[in-house]
């Protein structure tokens, strides 16, 4: 079961504990956006329809956009509320390993998960006519996970009593998800390639311009 349909699940529950008509409107709120993050993963930005979601929430097309506003406003609210979900998911992954390769690998990994579960938004995000429209969005995107592998970095080499100068570990940085991100899109002509193929693969590529930097830098991997 995907973290989205779980997500859309506890929502609805929550949803029926009240009697209709009487649901809070933080709690539908809730819902609505739980159902429209699983409507645009299985859909994309295009096929997504305003009617459609206010099916599944089982309200008026008017409550729909008294909760969330208009499609461009309620996909806008999804990304960032998935992006923030992408960071916390890499960060916890990578909490439990202690070694550079191993956190790289966990990371890779929840990273290809993620997008797996989220192949049409991040589509209509970063590939297309539609990426266009939400080029402020898809900076956040980067925006955040561009702090999150810096943070990643700067504190591996403070844990071997290394110090790096910030513009050699911001380069890095760029460079790392540049590289996750255009294989993610790349990825997304290759769907038959599992999340673990694909987490393998970047870290089989990634670890030795690495460790090749981290000679360059007198580091210790």
């Given at each position: 079961?995907s ?52 099916l ?32 916390v ?26 997008i ?7 589509n ?37 009593g ?6 050699f ?5 760029h ?5 996750f991100?255009?294989?993610a899109?790349w ?32 580091i210790?991997?």
């Amino acid at each position: 079961m995907s973290t989205t349909h779980s997500a859309v699940q506890k929502a609805t529950a929550e949803v029926e504990a009240y009697p209709h008509g009487r649901v809070p409107r933080h709690i539908r709120e809730k819902q609505v956006l739980a159902l429209a993050e699983e409507l645009f993963a299985e859909k994309g930005f295009t096929a997504a329809s305003m009617d459609e979601l206010a099916l599944r929430a089982g309200v008026s097309k008017p409550v729909i956009y008294d909760l969330v506003g208009s499609k461009e406003e309620l996909f806008k609210t999804c990304i960032a509320r998935a992006s923030g979900e992408l960071k916390v998911q890499i960060a916890e992954a990578v909490s439990h390993q202690s070694e550079p390769i191993s956190q790289l690998r966990a990371g890779s990994l929840a990273f290809f998960k993620f997008i797996d579960e989220h192949r049409q938004s991040w589509n209509a995000l970063f590939v297309g006519d539609v990426a266009s429209s939400f080029s402020t969005e898809a900076e956040s995107v980067r925006k955040q996970q561009f702090d999150l592998v810096a943070g990643l970095l700067e504190k591996a080499t403070k844990d071997i009593g290394t110090q790096v100068e910030y513009k050699f570990l911001e380069g890095t940085a760029h460079a790392v998800n540049g590289a996750f991100e255009a294989i993610a899109v790349w990825w997304w002509e290759h769907p038959e390639l599992s999340c673990e193929v694909m987490s393998e693969w970047m870290v089989a590529l990634l670890v030795p311009g690495l460790t090749s930097l981290s000679e360059f830098l007198n580091i210790r991997p």
